[in-house]
């Protein structure tokens, strides 16, 4: 990931060096300390408009290219670890199952929106009623609008199928 010229405008200092300068380095994980994203997960600019994860950063910098189609997994579960030794290449199968046996897969598909108005059994009901999506909007605390997305299959997507 070598440093670019875009736009006129250069990154002056190489990735290498700005990248390893945000690592605290511990007997265990080695933890970014740069900006970490909410979801735990950080990113870095690699050039001008340009940001990538920092784990993917460090695979690149130790190992060379990811191949094209593949992620970079954690042995450890700490999303802004970037210590070589807890990272390994898997397709994006593997790290969907990976998420799920770390009990992880929660986070994607169950809503957390404490501002949720239906319930799943909620969305079940409405989906199988027979009645118009204005007669539903009368019975549940949504708008008919509401009603027809998720007759359509919007939101709610872990109760789709």
């Given at each position: 990931?070598?440093?670019?010229?875009?736009?006129?405008?250069?990154?002056?200092?190489?990735?290498?060096?700005?990248?390893?300068?945000?690592?605290?380095?511990?007997?265990?994980?080695?933890?970014?300390?740069?900006?970490?994203?909410?979801?735990?997960?950080?990113?870095?600019?690699?050039?001008l408009d340009e940001r990538e994860l920092v784990h993917r950063?460090?695979?690149?910098?130790?190992?060379?290219?990811?191949?094209?189609?593949?992620?970079?997994?954690?042995?450890?579960?700490?999303?802004?670890?970037?210590?070589?030794?807890?990272?390994?290449?898997?397709?994006?199968?593997?790290?969907?199952?990976?998420?799920?046996?770390?009990?992880?897969?929660?986070?994607?598909?169950?809503?957390?929106?404490?501002?949720?108005?239906?319930?799943?059994?909620?969305?079940?009901?409405?989906?199988?009623?027979?009645?118009?999506?204005?007669?539903?909007?009368?019975?549940?605390?949504?708008?008919?609008?509401?009603?027809?997305?998720?007759?359509?299959?919007?939101?709610?997507?872990?109760?789709?199928?």
């Amino acid at each position: 990931m070598p440093n670019r010229d875009i736009g006129g405008r250069f990154l002056s200092v190489p990735l290498g060096m700005r990248f390893w300068d945000k690592v605290q380095k511990t007997d265990g994980c080695w933890l970014w300390t740069g900006s970490v994203e909410r979801n735990g997960y950080a990113r870095m600019e690699v050039r001008l408009d340009e940001r990538e994860l920092v784990h993917r950063i460090a695979w690149a910098l130790i190992h060379g290219p990811i191949p094209d189609n593949m992620c970079v997994l954690h042995r450890c579960d700490v999303r802004h670890c970037v210590n070589p030794a807890h990272l390994f290449l898997g397709t994006k199968g593997e790290n969907n199952t990976d998420r799920r046996d770390k009990g992880r897969n929660d986070d994607r598909r169950v809503p957390k929106n404490p501002l949720a108005k239906l319930t799943d059994e909620q969305v079940i009901e409405i989906r199988n009623a027979t009645l118009g999506s204005r007669a539903l909007a009368k019975l549940y605390p949504v708008s008919a609008r509401t009603i027809r997305k998720l007759r359509s299959g919007f939101g709610w997507k872990h109760l789709n199928g």
